[in-house]
């Protein structure tokens, strides 16, 4: 089975401009992800899909594969999907499973990429899966940056928020999840997402998950045993740097 990761970055991020090229510890948060990825057998290929001169080049430096998309694109499901009708072009071969990881989680582990993609492997009725994350304390909890998740009993998402869900309450041991931006879709199914149009939830939380949910399609869940923690301010890169020098 052909399996394709695809990284989407760009230098444009609202809250922390140039993000995918800041350095952590040395080494551009971007480059970071990709060697990561990299590092998981059961992918085919792995490609950055930015609109950005500046972490094409750089990727190409390095040895990897990335590929140009427009700059219009607001959601990285939709630039995923431009990168893909690129990449199969270029390398004459369709995938069967397309992985999105987000440019900006530079402590993911190979192995959350087996964790995403097993169950899709074993239910084929799995159209696009979320890893899934426990939120560790209240600064968390009530923090917009982090997307909150509700599931029901067969761990398919009931909603998304960057508000607090559910509630305005934390305790700890209430198993409150969060969303872990590793996202495997099925190719038909990315070619469905991205001929939908853009939904009202979608716009107000900005999250790419609830286009799919408002439509009437499934998001199944599957917990991560890893810890990781996305990059979405200045003080996240610092922390994840904290993070990456105690391993």
């Known amino acids: 089975m052909n399996i394709v990761c695809i990284i989407p970055a ?38 950055v899909a930015t609109c950005n001169k500046e972490i094409f080049n750089h990727i190409n430096l390095i040895g990897g594969e990335a590929v140009m998309t427009s700059k219009k694109h607001k959601r990285a499901s939709d630039r995923s999907y431009e990168a893909l009708k690129k990449i199969e072009k270029k390398n004459k071969k369709k995938y069967e499973i397309v992985v999105m990881v987000q440019g900006d989680e530079p402590m993911v582990h190979p192995d959350m990429i087996n964790e995403a993609v097993k169950p899709m492997l074993k239910d084929r009725k799995i159209k696009v899966l979320n890893l899934m994350g426990n939120i560790k304390n209240k600064k968390e909890f009530l923090d917009p940056n982090c997307i909150k998740v509700v599931c029901d009993k067969k761990l398919n998402a009931m909603y998304f928020s960057r508000s607090a869900l559910p509630f305005l309450k934390f305790k700890k041991g209430q198993n409150i999840k969060k969303q872990v931006c590793i996202i495997p879709f099925r190719r038909d199914f990315l070619i469905t997402y991205n001929s ?7 716009k107000i939380e900005s999250i790419d998950m609830l286009r799919v949910l408002e439509n009437g399609f499934e998001v199944k869940m599957a917990k991560t045993k890893h810890f990781t923690q996305a990059v979405d301010t200045k003080s996240d890169a610092l922390k994840v740097a904290k993070l990456i020098r105690r391993k």
């Open 10 to 47: 760009r230098m444009e991020s609202t809250r922390f401009p140039g993000k995918p090229m800041h350095k952590i510890n040395g080494l551009p948060m971007i480059e970071r992800v990709y060697r990561n990825v990299k590092k998981n057998p059961i992918l085919s290929d792995v490609v």
């Open 196 to 202: 939908l149009k853009p939904t009202i939830l979608e």
